[in-house]
């Protein structure tokens, strides 16, 4: 039994890098923490502990971190400094050796967070705690609250893909999840805290089952039926794990939304080849038609990875020929970055930092087409949108089922409401439609 009673009126600050899942986990830490007894530091106010938890995603997100701790130990002097996430679980030494960082807390640790904190005093030096990939075994379960009006649940972690560019699977582990009925009782709870929206989250989220004989599919069906949440979005499903039962499901769910997240990573077969992704570009084309066939007002966010080795400017052509073909929404396009003990490191033709950013840049342009086109499309219709908090003194924004961003005039008591709202012309800066509320 820990004893609380250090934790008494401290305080703390968190901060986070990454994706989705990273933040539902600090949310988590956060409520282990107040719940011993530690309140979230006050803007401006120093902070008794520091809570980071970091992203390995590329090099970039690496350096990231670096800066982030640095600036929290300048910020909050003498503070207790936790370090946790991928780049803790992979870099483990050179993270301790941060000045100022306390305890480094590994994939299987974070959880156990509490026990890592002792009587707070400072430590001479960093202590690591972590866990060999294969002891990586323990699912940590997580329904948070965003800053804005969903919750994401954490329904999945870990990978078994090791694609040959990516860290993931070495940083979290193999694949493991909770029970469909722990995820059905998260999502009550979350209606019960007031919910209407809430995001599945995972690192692949598709291979949902590993762990306890169950599948996505079951999960799906499952919360659809929770009452009181209204809405639900899959973050993000691997092509050749969307199947079209799932596809079919969410066309005429109750509360699963017309809006996907599906990621490619490269439009040429002999990129994919390298990447050791299992799919090809005919099974991508064939998933987005499906979609569209069944929701075409579905809206289809696509991740592409530009400069992976092997991407020649050949292979790149026809990439960009390929999605630009697809009736997708929008394009998340990041530029590969080389990860230590990575496959990838074994394929000739090497990619500029120049040409990368040619390439990307030709992406982004193209996804700002087919945004502005999908949106266009839907300007004078009726739709309804769950709208979020904002400044008193600054319009409100929400989204539509498959995903419309939507401006309208402040109103406090619309905050976290479900309005029907006519879709207007794009605001000034292109970002939304303006919307006029229909009450």
């Known amino acids: 039994m820990i004893d609380t009673t250090i934790f ?4 703390a600050v968190y901060y986070t890098l990454g994706c989705k899942l990273n933040f539902s986990e600090t949310s988590t830490i956060g409520k282990i923490l107040r719940e011993a007894g530690v309140r979230t530091a006050r803007k401006g106010e120093k902070a008794d502990i520091c809570v980071v938890n970091t992203c390995s995603v590329t090099e970039v997100a690496d350096k990231k971190c670096r800066q982030a ?3 929290l130990v300048k910020q909050h002097p003498g503070a207790f400094v936790v370090v946790t996430g991928c780049y803790a679980q992979l870099k483990p030494e050179a993270v301790a050796k941060i000045e100022g960082v306390d305890v480094v807390l590994g994939a299987e640790q974070k959880k156990d967070l509490l026990q890592y904190l002792g009587d707070l005093q400072k430590h001479e030096s960093g202590e690591t705690h972590t866990s060999a990939l294969k002891d990586i075994h323990s699912f940590a379960p997580s329904c948070s609250r ?15 893909y090791f694609c040959s560019y990516c860290t993931i699977p070495f940083a979290r582990g193999r694949s493991r999840n909770g029970t469909v009925a722990s995820m059905v009782e998260q999502a009550r709870q979350a209606a019960v805290d007031g919910g209407k929206e809430i995001v599945l989250t995972g690192v692949n989220i598709g291979d949902f089952g590993k762990s306890t004989g169950e599948t996505f599919f079951d999960l799906v069906k499952a919360l659809d039926e929770v009452e009181g949440i209204e809405r639900y ?8 794990l969307l199947t079209d039962e799932i596809i079919e499901f969410v066309s005429h769910s109750r509360s699963f939304m017309p809006h996907f997240h599906i990621p490619l990573q490269s439009g040429s077969d002999e990129v994919l080849q390298l990447m050791r992704r299992r799919y090809d570009t005919a099974l991508f084309a064939s998933k987005v038609r499906r979609v569209k066939e069944v929701m075409p007002d579905a809206f289809i966010g696509v991740d592409v990875i530009v400069g992976t080795r092997g991407e020649t400017d050949e292979y790149f052509e026809q990439a960009y020929e390929f999605i630009k073909s697809l009736d997708v929404t929008q394009l998340h396009v990041f530029s590969y970055s080389e990860r ?4 990838a490191l074994k394929i000739d033709h090497v990619v500029s930092p120049e040409v990368k950013h040619r390439r990307s840049q030709r992406l982004l342009e193209l996804s700002d087409e087919k945004t ?3 949106y266009a499309r839907h300007i004078g219709q009726t739709m309804p949108v769950l709208l979020e908090r904002s400044k008193p003194d600054a319009p409100m924004h929400g989204f539509t089922g498959n995903y419309i961003r939507v401006e309208v005039p402040h109103q406090d008591t619309l905050d976290n409401q479900v309005v029907s709202v006519r879709l207007g012309d794009f605001n000034e800066d292109g970002t939304a439609l303006q919307g006029t509320l229909l009450l």
């Open 233 to 240: 979005r899959i973050s993000s499903i691997e092509p050749n």
């Open 8 to 11: 008494q009126d401290k305080t």
């Open 146 to 160: 965003g800053d804005r009006t969903r919750y994401f649940l954490k329904v999945q972690d870990g990978c078994d």
């Open 69 to 71: 701790i640095h600036r």
């Open 372 to 374: 502005r086109a999908f």
């Open 340 to 343: 230590p003990g990575t496959q």
